[in-house]
């Protein structure tokens, strides 16, 4: 029987509790890959002593950061929870790097879209190229964002690590930390424009980068395309909920004065580099239609 | 016998090992004042459960935080340890905060005036109102500054921390960290004017918030008034070093170029809150001139 690469891989996947590290997790026993999940509890993970040691126990052949600080119920308990947020999103990514480093050890990061703010002046999405333009360095950002902005930074330079961006992700399971769970649920939404990312074809993208051997670096990981609040609650009234009205704010001023308490990042990006590189994630209409389509209701949110 | 107020104190010092934190230790010893000092291997520092845990074992009356990365031989270090220089001065404090939040412990951190650039506009010193312009948030600083900025950061709207800015510590005692030491053996120096805290004036005034019961806040913890690098190398020359000639980059393109990796803050700070508290420190020329007729070389630096 042919053994596939893959089954000779070992991850150790760090924040696999959490929402993107459970869907990392998920992908990974499905692909029958071997992993050992990491907590707190087991090591200090801002020691990175304490995190080299536990590598060279474990001898992973790939380590991935899921871990990572998003205030509950929303990115605004980060203005309260500064620490933590500083910690998970911008030290972490440090100290791993550090661990990594000195095993000799490959590695990706879960990082963020939420670095940007708007579109290029033509429209076009930002690219990987692009410098953040929502951030500490421009002080215009949520705490959230200059953290994760931080976390890139603190990157830089390293040799072999992918940085992988995720945006709003959404999937077709109801949960609190969906973005469609969201728009069904919030009282009042704000019209934007946005990349959002189909969760379980995040981490399947993620993957690909690591087991089709493309190079390190950073990547928009987004559904291509972008996609405005309105047209996503036109696609909620066409395939899951056709009698639900929706409210909206009438501006940003509106948004920030009513609900929010730190500017939020509405981005477009740029995934032409992923696709480059030969991984293709669905059109951002097509995925969010297949995910209304498949939608399953949580008990309680 | 009068039993002095401060004999009831007990001190959870942190950060003893250090230029700072060693300063501190004697001075507590000194007044026999009751002192426990933590090092990392004590407990992890960046988790705030275990150091809440260890001050209610250990039950100070206050907590000082000496703890923090500076960089060696320089700042330019901090450009390179990213991590550490993250964790140690911007996350610590914040992890601090949230342990003596909830034991309700008063404590002091150390700051720095390195957050701000020059003077303002009419030559004056910055005050504690003033806001850093010298951090992440102006993109201009050292990564050094930006993280003790946002260490300030996190402290903000903390109800009983002193933050204790100090600004280039020297003494008469030859230290790799003592600025005197620095410019008697730089092989050319930028002439800049700042505020600089005689290190042993610097923790006796620190200690003096806390002994005096001064209110809560940030201090400028600097001898009053500011000095030129040439000012400073009269005074070398006139007290210590007779025979010894100094040389000058011609400007600070001259330094960035030759000498460092990344901008150093020189700034002038405004002492006059510490004053109004009743805290009095020696003028700078004054300070300057007892460290280098009491000058004690180091066998070897």
Chains 1, 2 share one sequence.
Not at 17 to 30: E, I, N, W
Not at 153 to 180: C, K, M, T
Request: aromatic share 10%.
């Amino acid at each position: 029987m042919k053994v596939r690469c893959a089954h000779n891989e070992k991850v150790l996947l760090l924040g696999a509790s959490g929402y993107v590290g459970s869907a990392f997790l998920r992908l990974l026993k499905l692909e029958r890959i071997e992993v050992v999940t990491l907590s707190r509890s087991d090591v200090n993970y801002y020691e990175a002593a304490a995190l080299t040691e536990l590598i060279r126990q474990i001898r992973p052949t790939f380590l991935i950061n899921a871990a990572g600080y998003t205030g509950k119920p929303n990115v605004d308990a980060c203005e309260v929870h500064r620490s933590d947020c500083l910690l998970g999103n911008a030290a972490l990514p440090g100290v791993i790097r550090q661990a990594c480093e000195s095993t000799d050890l490959p590695w990706g990061h879960v990082s963020s879209g939420c670095i940007y703010q708007g579109t290029h002046s033509d429209g076009s999405g930002f690219s990987e190229q692009d410098p953040a333009n929502f951030d500490f360095r421009h002080n215009n950002c949520s705490f959230y964002s200059g953290c994760k902005a931080l976390g890139e930074e603190l990157l830089e330079g390293a040799q072999q690590v992918y940085l992988w961006r995720l945006r709003i992700p959404f999937s077709h399971l109801d949960s609190p930390r969906n973005y469609l769970s969201k728009l069904l649920r919030y009282e009042r939404l704000l019209e934007a424009r946005n990349s959002v990312s189909n969760l379980e074809e995040f981490v399947s993208a993620c993957w690909a980068c690591w087991s089709q051997r493309i190079p390190y670096g950073k990547y928009n990981v987004t559904n291509p395309g972008s996609i405005t609040t309105g047209q996503i609650v036109q696609l909620i009234q066409q395939h899951l909920c056709p009698e639900k009205r929706f409210q909206f704010f009438s501006d940003e001023a509106d948004f920030m004065t009513k609900a929010a308490k730190t500017p939020r990042s509405n981005c477009v990006l740029d995934t032409s580099k992923l696709e480059a590189a030969g991984i293709y994630m669905p059109a951002v209409q097509d995925s969010i239609i297949a995910s209304l389509k498949a939608w399953t209701w949580a008990d309680s949110i």
